[in-house]
């Protein structure tokens, strides 16, 4: 079946250093994006989204690149903070309008 | 304000009993989910609701229920047919159709023993 996946379970990350979190997607059809922030014992957070007619979206301190031709979605964090820490997900939506959610990646920032 | 809530946060339930957890939302959502997140995994969806009185299977149904008589609830039942019922349960919601993201809860943790 098709699904969403991240390349690199963990990251460990310098702090006050930029962090990309990467995403493979398999369907095609997919034309919305979404990252979300899961800090332990707590529900996802949206982060950012970006829709399927655009290749990049900033927010405060984060930008989603999206490379449809590679399938191929990042998230960029800057200047990386403690805050920070926590499981990143990307989702994809396809055609049934449901999310289909990635394995997630673990974000560990270094003092 | 507006939000999706779960109750109980922390459950703990004897091995063969039946538990229902709550989820409720004020966001006037169309759509909601449930999802089953073990230690260090992703999230796997259980059951899923576009409109009231209706509701679809997810990718591991198996020893769960649902209802969907109102728009604001959807609880979940854990019944004693679920082999290994000890997760991490989140539920969501979003408006239908169209370029819409999920809002979770806060998750309840759910201990059999």
């Known amino acids: 079946g098709e699904s969403v996946g991240l390349h690199l379970p963990t990251l460990s990350v310098q702090e006050g250093d930029n962090s990309i979190i990467n995403c493979a997607y398999s369907?095609?059809?997919?034309?919305?994006f979404i990252w979300y922030k899961q800090e332990s014992g707590k529900g996802p957070q949206f982060i950012i989204d970006?829709?399927?007619?655009?290749d990049k979206r900033q927010g405060q301190r984060v930008t989603v690149l999206l490379n449809k031709t590679v399938k191929h979605l990042s998230l960029q964090i800057a200047a990386t903070q403690p805050g920070d820490s926590a499981v990143y997900f990307c989702?994809?939506?396809?055609?049934?309008?449901?999310?289909?959610f990635g394995a997630g990646t673990t974000v560990t920032v270094r003092a | 304000d507006g939000g999706i809530t779960q109750s109980p946060k922390y459950l703990f339930r004897k091995e063969g009993q039946n538990v229902t957890l709550s989820c409720e939302q004020n966001l006037n959502h169309d759509a909601m989910y449930w999802y089953r997140q073990d230690p260090g995994q992703g999230l796997r969806l259980i059951y899923y609701s576009q409109i009231v009185n209706d509701f679809q299977k997810g990718d591991i149904a198996e020893g769960y229920s649902v209802s969907r008589e109102k728009k604001e609830s959807f609880p979940l039942t854990v019944t004693s047919a679920q082999k290994n019922p000890t997760a991490f349960y989140l539920c969501?919601?979003?408006?239908?159709?169209?370029?819409?993201?999920?809002?979770f809860g806060s998750g309840t943790r759910l201990t059999v023993v």
């Open positions: 369907n095609s059809a997919s034309d919305y």
């Open positions: 989702a994809e939506k396809g055609n049934d309008y449901k999310l289909s």
């Open positions: 969501a919601s979003s408006m239908f159709g169209g370029n819409y993201g999920y809002t």
């Open positions: 970006i829709r399927s007619n655009m």
